[in-house]
């Protein structure tokens, strides 16, 4: 903290007395005597650190000085009680700032009510200083989503890990995935194995953009600059949305400068090829599109894009697609919905089908062996890409990407959803995956007429009820 201009002789109690009563932070920081012995200015001084962290690689220092702060107000004779009471008091400062930004009444119900959880950010605090990030993570899950708080402490406790993991001290970690990435490719990160922990309360802590680590960090990302396009370009409810979390995440821990979307937020296809190759340092750019589109295939026949095409059982793909269409929630939702919408749905599905699969640099999946065979699909993946993950993390996104995990992530984050409905970070919607199969929530006229369909057109399936192909999942066509 800067402090050049205040003279020594005005450093006094009154001084950061009458700044603290008018809410003048910095004034309270930049006068406080740091050869004082008087407990009460280390509170205030505590109180005024914590009202003015703003994000960024300072805040953890600053988060630091805070809780020093209040240690060398006990030291000098300050109570626990009144620490905990200072404590507090910040905490109502800046729940109350929150409030007044978003608009709302700081009431004082709802601020003690919201205050009452100061207990826990003492708890966090101790576990981070323990560096028990995990335990920190799971105490912080349950603190108000409002608070300006949580959001501070998420960032210490991003610090902390990246901290841990890179073996750097918390003011020099790096400050996004990418970076951690970085790091370890020049050799400052001793042992993945030491990883462990770490990684699960950073997917714990973000639920919607865990880390990977990725062992070939240079060369990996050596291929972007001919193919800076990555399509997740799989059938309607063929496990397209999974391929697309997993191609945004990798892509998250490549670069830090990279986008995701989806077609639906934007005019057309090309608009997203405009966007990445417009946009200054923007690298990498990762599109979800369900159908064929020339805008698409050109980047493929350049060899500027990678696809990965998934592919669903004709059988099941109707049963979901029937369910989406009875979903009230669903982007696909009809009224009544006619079963002759099936048919129309099959036919476009094998001439999608046909065109994608036909296209270079395209990788093509069944979304069967994507819930099965996770870990397997996913290196399959990773290999198309160019990338080489780390064990740990290979382990780490198979378990997020595991069924039961996406449920629970849209469930979660239900209210935040776009214009057409879906997550804002994931593009699931809510009831996106079942809880039960499609199949049981069909009638029997619905079965009965989607097996009809599946025997119509069984020449153009295998007999797994999959579109045939002339590749298998480790088979992906030229450079």
């Known amino acids: 903290m800067a402090r050049s201009f205040i003279m020594e002789g005005s450093r006094t109690p009154t001084m950061t007395q009458q700044a603290f009563g008018r809410g003048d932070w910095q004034t309270v920081i930049d006068a406080h005597p740091l050869e004082s012995h008087d407990p009460a200015e280390w509170l205030r001084y505590g109180v005024a ?13 600053q988060q630091q000085q805070a809780a020093l702060a209040f240690v060398q107000a006990q030291r000098e004779g300050a109570s626990a009680e009144a620490v905990a009471a200072a404590q507090q008091q910040a905490v109502l400062m800046s729940i109350s700032r929150s409030l007044q930004l978003a608009g709302m009444e700081a009431s004082g119900e709802r601020t003690q009510s ?25 105490e912080l899950s349950t603190l108000p989503a409002s608070t300006n708080e949580k959001k ?49 309360a950073t997917i714990y802590l973000d639920r919607t953009t865990p880390l990977a680590l990725i062992n070939n960090y240079t060369l990996a990302n050596k291929t972007l ?32 400068r990279a986008i995701s979307t989806w077609e639906g937020d934007l005019k057309s296809p090309e608009k997203f090829f405009e966007l990445v190759n417009e946009s200054n340092g923007v690298n990498l750019g990762v599109l979800k599109i369900h159908r064929n589109h020339e805008s698409v295939n050109k980047r493929l026949i350049a060899g500027q894009a990678k696809a990965i095409v998934s592919h669903r059982d004709m059988k099941t793909a109707c049963y979901s697609y029937w369910r989406m269409l009875n979903n009230p929630r669903s ?20 001439k999608e089908f046909e065109l994608k699969s036909q296209q270079d640099n395209t990788l093509i999946v069944r979304e069967r062996d994507l819930r099965s065979d996770t870990q397997e699909t996913i290196n399959t993946i990773v290999a198309f890409l160019g ?3 780390a064990r740990e993390s290979l382990q780490h996104l198979s378990s997020f990407l595991e069924v039961n995990n996406l ?10 959803t776009n214009s057409t409905g879906h997550e804002m970070v994931t593009y699931l919607h809510p009831g996106h995956i079942a809880k039960s199969t499609s199949a049981q929530e069909c009638q029997q006229e619905i079965k009965d007429y989607v097996s009809e369909l599946v025997q119509k057109y069984s020449e153009n399936l295998d007999q797994e009820g ?9 088979t992906f066509k030229s450079e």
């Open 225 to 256: 600059e001919n193919h800076p396009f990555w399509i997740a370009y799989g059938n309607i409810r063929s496990g397209s949305t999974v391929t697309f979390n997993l191609l945004r995440i990798l892509a998250n821990s490549l670069s830090n």
């Open 49 to 61: 650190l914590l009202q003015t962290l703003t994000p960024g690689t300072e805040s953890g220092k």
């Open 387 to 389: 990338i080489e993950l």
């Open 331 to 350: 982007p696909f939702f009809k009224n009544s919905p006619e079963k002759d919408l099936l048919e129309k749905f099959v036919e476009n599905e094998i």
């Open 114 to 138: 919201l205050a009452d959880h100061q207990g826990r950010i003492s708890s966090i605090h101790q576990h981070i200083a323990k560096h028990q990030w995990l335990e920190a993570s799971e």
């Open 152 to 200: 501070q402490i998420k960032s210490l406790l991003k610090s902390s890990i990246f901290a841990a993991i890179s073996g750097t001290t918390q003011e020099h970690s790096p400050e996004d995935y990418a970076g951690v990435n970085r790091l370890r490719k020049q050799g400052q990160i001793s042992s993945i194995d030491d990883c462990h922990d770490a990684l699960k």
């Open 466 to 474: 999959y579109w045939r192909t002339n590749s298998t999942l480790q």
């Open 407 to 416: 449920r629970r992530i849209t469930e979660a984050n239900a209210t935040k």
